[in-house]
Nanobody
Framework: QVPLVESGGGLVQVGGSLRLSCAAS????????MRWYRQAPGKERELVAS????????NYADSVKGRFIISRNNTENMLYLQMNSLKPEDTAVYYC??????????WGQGTQVTVSS
């Protein structure tokens, strides 16, 4: 059983939108803070957005502020990333991650987002 599975990536034109989903299973999702990361070719993985267990304490990388929205549904064990006004520099593999102090962390396998100009 894979703890985190991302979906929703794809090819989109500049200015378009995509909604990424991350389905969690096999661990206590409700008690894990969740994060979205991305990694572009030749670059290090970077933190895009984070959300606390209760859905608050939301933070974004400066590069996506005002364009991306992170959310979670603790009833359905789902994490989301709504991405609007996409730019070519948003092209990357996007990963979700679950983290909790003194506990194992979980990563998804990633979903490719490609923004064409």
């Amino acid at each position: 059983q894979v703890p985190l599975v991302e979906s929703g990536g794809g090819l989109v034109q500049v200015g378009g939108s995509l909604r990424l989903s991350c389905a969690a299973s096999g661990f206590p999702f409700l008690s894990y803070a969740m994060r979205w990361y991305r990694q572009a070719p030749g670059k290090e993985r970077e933190l895009v957005a984070s959300i606390a267990t209760w859905g608050g304490n939301i933070n974004y990388a400066d590069s996506v502020k005002g364009r991306f929205i992170i959310s979670r549904n603790n009833t359905e064990n789902m994490l989301y990333l709504q991405m609007n006004s996409l730019k070519p520099e948003d092209t990357a593999v996007y990963y979700c991650k679950g983290t909790r102090w003194s506990s194992p962390e979980y990563w998804g396998q990633g979903t490719q987002v490609t923004v064409s100009s």
